[in-house]
C-alpha cells in the first residue's frame, strides 16, 4: 500500500526530525537519499523504517515503504527530493575511545561537522568527540556531509578535556611548534570552532598545542585543519 497522506505517522516523524529538539528527545535521526541508506546496510546498522519513492526500483530492499513521490520529497529536509529515506536510531558512545580521537569544541558548522567524522573515519581515528557549541552530528546538512561515514565512527560527548583520550594536542594556527609525523601513543586532536578558535582556558588544559604550518593564510577551515592534523597523525603510525 502506497502512503498518500500528509499525515502519515511516519511522515509526520521526519517532518518534526528536522529539528535538533526532536531529534534530542527521541534519539532518532533521517538519512535522506539511497546511497547512505545503503551505506547503513554495508555497516550493518539497521533502520527503524525505509520509504522509497513510489516506483523507484533503486534500491530494492524488503519492508521498504512506499510513498507518493512528491511527499516523500516533502519532507526532505535536504534541497534535492531525495527517492529513499530512512530513520535510525542514534548511537552515542559514553566516552571517546582512542587510540586516536578527534575532538571538536565549538565548531558550529553541520558541514563541517560531517566532514570531519567522513576523514575521521577515512583516517582509522577510533572516535569523533563532540564538545559544547558544536553542531548535531545527527542534524541532515552533517549526515550529509559525512557520506555514510556517520554509520562508521563512534560519536562521543564530552563537556571537558579531561574527559578525552590519551595527549591531548591543541591545533592551533600559527603557533610556533608544528604538528609533525605520527603521534606517540594514544592521542586526541583537538580542533576549534570556526570563528573563535580554542579559549585560552581549554588550550591550558592540554598537554601539547601545535600548529599545521601554512605558507600563506590565517588559519585553515575546521574541517580542513582536522582532516590534514589526522592524515599527519596517521601517516606511517603502525596503528
Ligand atoms: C578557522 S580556524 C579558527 C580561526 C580562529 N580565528 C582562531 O584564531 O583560532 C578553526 C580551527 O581550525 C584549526 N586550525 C585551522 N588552521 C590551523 C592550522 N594551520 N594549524 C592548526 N590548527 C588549525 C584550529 O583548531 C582552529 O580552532
Redesign the pocket.
Known sequence: MTITSRTNSRLTEIRRLAGAGARARSGRFVVEGEDLVMAADAAGVSALYVLCAQGFAGVARPGCLEVEPSLLASVCALRQGSRVVGVFEQRWSERAGGPLAVALLG?RDPGNVGTVIRAAHAFGASSVALGPGCADPYGPKAVRASMGAIFETALARFATVAELPGRIV??????ERA?RGPLEGAATL?????????PGDVLAACDDV?????IAG?????A???TV?LYEATRMADR
Open positions: 565548531v591543541a591545533l592551533v594556527a600559527g603557533v604538528l583537538l580542533v576549534g570552532g570556526e570563528r573563535d578558535g580554542l601545535r600548529a599545521i604550518p601554512q590565517d588559519s585553515l577551515n575546521a580542513m585543519a582536522a592534523a
